[in-house]
């Protein structure tokens, strides 16, 4: 099975930056897409930003130009860089790792949540 540890939620002022970080473990055999999730009070669960293994990138268009989602370079960890961050981006941030496991099993494993609030 697969683990997700998240890190980086806080509490900044409009127009700050965050940088989010999840990392995947677990008997991993290759990554198929990692990426983070948004939910604010009373709205649904919603894609903020993914990327593939092989290192292609979507972003939902709220984020588009503040946020980008990139790997590090430790195996199996990806970041959200959130720039210009508005009030309106307050909500839990999920990380969401889509795995082939060693055994060619495929899941998908959500983390925990870290809060990102933004305000003044």
């Not at 509490?11 to 940088?19: A, I, K, M, T, Y």
């Not at 293994?53 to 989602?69: E, L, P, Q």
């Amino acid at each position: 099975q697969v683990q997700l540890v998240e890190s980086g939620g806080d509490l900044v002022q409009p127009g700050g930056s965050l940088r989010l970080s999840c990392a995947a473990s677990g008997n991993i055999f290759s990554i198929n897409v990692m990426g983070w999730y948004r939910q604010a009070p009373g709205k649904e669960r919603e894609l903020v930003a993914t990327i593939t293994g092989g290192g292609s990138t979507n972003y939902a268009d709220s984020v588009k130009g503040r946020f980008t989602i990139f790997r590090a370079n430790t195996r199996n960890t990806v970041y959200l860089q959130m720039n210009s961050l508005k009030p309106e981006d307050t909500a839990v941030y999920y990380c969401n790792a889509d795995v082939s496991l060693v055994t060619g099993r495929r899941v998908r494993t959500w983390g925990q949540g870290t809060q990102v609030t933004v305000s003044s």
